[in-house]
């Protein structure tokens, strides 16, 4: 009876152990677990104005088809479309003399089944030609993208979303320096946006469209940049003090060229992910034809965890094709070494992106 009884407890003892370590190892999976964010830049797949001509073959069909199955394996895929949606023949909102010198762009209709087909789910207008058609362009562009389901941010009529991610509320916002978007300069209004979002969402991701263009200003200056006359602020700063605000990654483009990625307070930062796919009224020469699609893992507190950066080259008048020779990869690391030295970061060459312990 006493042998019995001893057996008995020892049985309840080690049955109890092995309950208590599943749920650890159930808790470990949970504080574990972690949510990707798929990230590239510029995308304007062709234009209509001045005419069909700058349309890319097969009416765009197959314009992503070599990145789609990159794009579509995160939880949420990112983009800046540059340009507007709409097949309606307008006049562009400047004056041009000459439409052909004119660099204003404008997608058909249908185009954002493309986007969605390609697998993006947001997208920032917080460039200078969401405005190239007018309130016209803006408004047929949300309309459309709003009936596709892609998420959007960044004109003065939106200037924040926030949309569910698994178990997540992602808060998107966007910024530029160019007319009828969300300014940059402004830090009150800033400060205000992602302190909004930070209080209704888990995550908050902030795109911008700054910085001068081309390739003069691939590395980082630290300093406000002025390009054409224009103030496109210093982007270091500024996803600086988007992170101070409450953000937990922060997403750039504009100069059309690749530029260093960062951490920051452990949040993720890409400075300029350049040209992803512009087609046909684009220059593509050197640096301008090469682009990331970077890949970032978080955790439900927007802490970095791990990332991976794949590189592409823009062929045929700017379509996106996987780059096997990696030149943005190395453009990154050179770049994070010679402007970022004291960056926490570490990039492979097989593209991983790792935190350096």
């Not at 069909?61 to 579509?72: P, Q």
């Not at 000459?98 to 390609?118: E, L, Q, S």
């Amino acid at each position: 009876m006493l042998f019995n009884m001893r057996f008995l407890i020892k049985l309840f003892f080690f049955s109890s152990l092995s309950v208590v370590s599943q749920n650890d190892r159930d808790l470990v999976q949970i504080s574990n677990s972690t949510y990707s964010l798929t990230a590239v830049g510029d995308i304007m797949i062709g234009t209509n104005y001045p005419s069909n001509n700058y349309l890319p073959p097969n009416d765009g069909e197959s314009f992503f088809d070599s990145v789609s199955a990159i794009l579509k394996q995160s939880d949420l895929t990112f983009g800046n479309l540059e340009g507007v949606v709409m097949t309606k023949n307008i006049a562009p909102r400047k004056s041009c003399k000459n439409p052909k010198n004119c660099y204003v762009f404008k997608m058909p209709d249908h185009y954002v089944g493309h986007i969605k087909k390609a697998g993006f789910d947001l997208l920032s207008l917080a460039n200078n030609h969401i405005n190239d058609f007018g309130q016209e362009g803006i408004s047929n562009t949300t309309e459309l993208l709003k009936d596709s389901g892609i998420a959007f941010a960044g004109t003065l009529d939106n200037p924040m979303t926030i949309i569910n991610v698994k178990d997540l509320k992602i808060g998107f916002c966007a910024f530029s320096p160019n007319y009828g978007t969300v300014s940059l300069h402004d830090l009150a209004q800033a400060k205000k946006i992602v302190s909004d979002l930070s209080q209704k969402s888990d995550i908050v991701i902030v795109s911008f469209h700054g910085g001068g263009e081309g390739e003069n200003f691939q590395h980082i200056s630290k300093k406000n940049e002025i390009y054409l006359g224009e103030n496109r602020g210093n982007p270091y700063l500024f996803a600086r003090q988007m992170i101070d605000m409450g953000a937990d990654i922060v997403l750039g483009h504009g100069p059309h060229v690749t530029r260093a990625i960062d951490l920051y307070k452990n949040k993720f930062i890409a400075y300029s992910l350049g040209n992803f796919a512009t087609y046909g009224r684009f220059s593509l020469r050197g640096p301008k034809g090469i682009a990331p699609i970077v890949e970032i893992n978080f955790d439900k507190n927007g802490d970095f965890v791990s990332g991976n950066i794949r590189s592409i080259k823009l062929v045929n008048r700017g379509i996106p094709v996987v780059d096997e020779t990696n030149s943005a990869l190395k453009v990154i690391q050179s770049l994070v070494d010679s402007d970022l030295p004291e960056s926490p970061i570490q990039i492979s060459d097989n593209g991983k992106i790792s935190k350096i312990k």
